[in-house]
């Protein structure tokens, strides 16, 4: 997702400040693409980030506790996902004030 949003971020606002190219897109539909491609942008990569930090526990977990199964479960896993994306959103909110 990070990759997706940045695509529309990154690339085309380059070559257009490069090489002047562009003038249609950068004029007329970056301005609609670049309030919502940010905040994506934001989200996601702060997603990825603590989804790492949960892999990374639950690894643990399995290797330093082993008989303690109650502690990795698919519901805990979905609430765990759940939980970090709306983290991730609460987290970003200021960001997305800031910039505009």
């Known amino acids: 997702m990070y ?53 990374t526990v639950d690894r643990y977990i399995a290797v330093c506790l082993p008989l303690s199964r109650h502690l990795r479960s698919m519901r805990r896993t979905k609430l765990a996902t759940g939980a970090t994306f ?4 609460i987290y970003n909110v200021p960001l997305k004030m800031a910039i505009g």
Do not use: G
């Open 86 to 89: 709306v983290l991730a959103i």
């Open 3 to 55: 990759y997706v949003c940045s695509l529309f971020i990154q690339p085309f606002k380059a070559l257009h400040d490069f090489t002047n190219n562009l003038p249609h897109f950068i004029d007329s539909l970056y301005p609609y693409i670049e309030p919502y491609a940010w905040p994506a942008a934001s989200i996601s990569q702060t997603m990825t980030i603590w989804i790492v930090l949960l892999v």
